[in-house]
């Protein structure tokens, strides 16, 4: 039996941690406290005890303390990862490939290769196959007729901007982490190493702006939202996801909750602290697409971290826990307000 290792036992020093006395979303100071004691259980990388409140006025989940913006970067170190080679795709997933594709390259005016013309009726008229189908492509909007550009800020090895690119989309992507950054680079997708202030010069230049798993490791989110609103046209989208902090799975497993990855997530959304951030961000016409329910996918992680494995070592579902997944699901919707990820397009005004 391996022994996974334990880097809570050792303090974040104390000269590298900054306190948080407002909430990040909405500056409010009322609040409770949610969690005490949470740890790195997730990738077991980093060091530290950190507490997670809850804001009165927005309702938003936030560490105070948290590393500093100096120390963060130690959070990224080396992440424990246990990754196995994907398993051979069987007939039948290699056939539903073929199909996706076909609806992709007819909706989104991709070039997938191989694809079956089919895909059209049989993915686009099942919801529950589309969803997946419309979540890779971040529910892009139709190309505009001079062509269209996509920022992804945090888009780690390209997968989603080389689908773009394949769908007629210029592209760039911003990612912190350089060898992510390299292997997006070797797929054609021009990335800068860094983070929004690459572009700071930069004003109305893209159409569209993805931040898929990002807003939630930002110090100051409502400042990032700003600099997306500037860096959109007029009338351009954004897209974004994110944990979300009033979803069953936080209630449910507490401290091994796949979506709290302290102290690298800051930032906690609900639906309601989401939307008043983009508010504040200048955004309008906000909307929860239709998505694919994740709430299975976290249960068997967060259920893995509460029996002291690494999330990604999952050993199945109990039944119960199925069974919840299900209804809960039935009871939300396909928008997933209260599903396990907060997923939103907003828009700058026309
Ligand atoms: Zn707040």
């Not at 589309?130 to 062509?147: I, K, N, Q, T, V």
């Not at 979803?247 to 309601?272: D, I, K, N, S, Y």
């Not at 309008?284 to 709430?295: A, K």
């Not at 990604?312 to 939300?332: F, N, Q």
Request: glycine share 8%.
């Amino acid at each position: 039996m391996s022994t996974l290792p334990e880097p809570w036992r050792d303090d974040w020093p104390l000269a590298d941690r900054e306190s948080v006395s407002a909430c990040p979303v909405c500056s409010g100071s009322a609040r409770t406290q949610l969690l005490d004691g949470v740890v790195d259980n997730t990738f077991r990388t980093s060091p530290g005890r950190w507490t997670l409140w809850s804001c009165a006025d927005c309702q938003s989940a936030y560490l105070d303390p948290r590393p500093s913006a100096a120390s963060i970067h130690r959070a990224y170190r080396q992440y424990y990862t246990h990754q196995a080679p994907p398993p051979a795709a069987s007939p039948l997933r290699r056939l539903h490939r073929r199909l996706a594709n076909g609806y992709l390259n007819r909706r989104y005016g991709a070039r997938e290769q191989p694809f079956s013309r089919l895909g059209e009726a049989l993915i686009g008229g099942v919801p529950y196959l589309r969803r997946f189908e419309d979540r890779a492509c971040r529910h892009l909007p139709p190309l505009p007729s001079g062509g269209g550009a996509v920022l992804d800020v945090g888009c780690g090895d390209g997968a989603f901007l080389a689908l773009a690119q394949r769908s007629g989309w210029q592209v760039l992507g911003l990612e912190p982490d350089a060898q992510a950054a390299a292997v997006a680079q070797q797929q054609g997708v021009p990335v800068r190493v860094g983070g929004l202030e690459a572009l700071a010069d930069r004003h109305a230049a893209f159409d569209v702006i993805t931040l898929a798993h990002v807003i939630e490791h930002v110090a100051d989110p409502v400042a990032t939202l700003r600099a997306c609103h500037r860096l959109l046209k007029p009338g351009g989208q954004l897209w974004l996801e994110t944990p979300n902090a009033a979803g069953q799975g936080l209630r449910a497993f507490g401290h091994h909750w796949r979506g709290l990855e302290a102290p690298r997530h800051l930032v906690l959304f609900t639906p309601q602290s989401l939307q008043r951030a983009l508010a504040d961000a200048g955004f309008e016409r906000l909307h929860h697409p239709p998505s694919p329910s994740v709430r299975r996918w976290m249960a068997e992680r967060s259920l893995a971290i509460q029996q002291g494995r690494l999330p990604d070592d999952t050993r199945g579902l109990p039944w119960r826990w199925r069974l919840r997944c299900w209804v809960d699901d039935l009871l939300d919707g396909p928008g997933r307000a209260r599903g396990e990820f907060l997923t939103v397009v907003a828009h700058k005004q026309a």
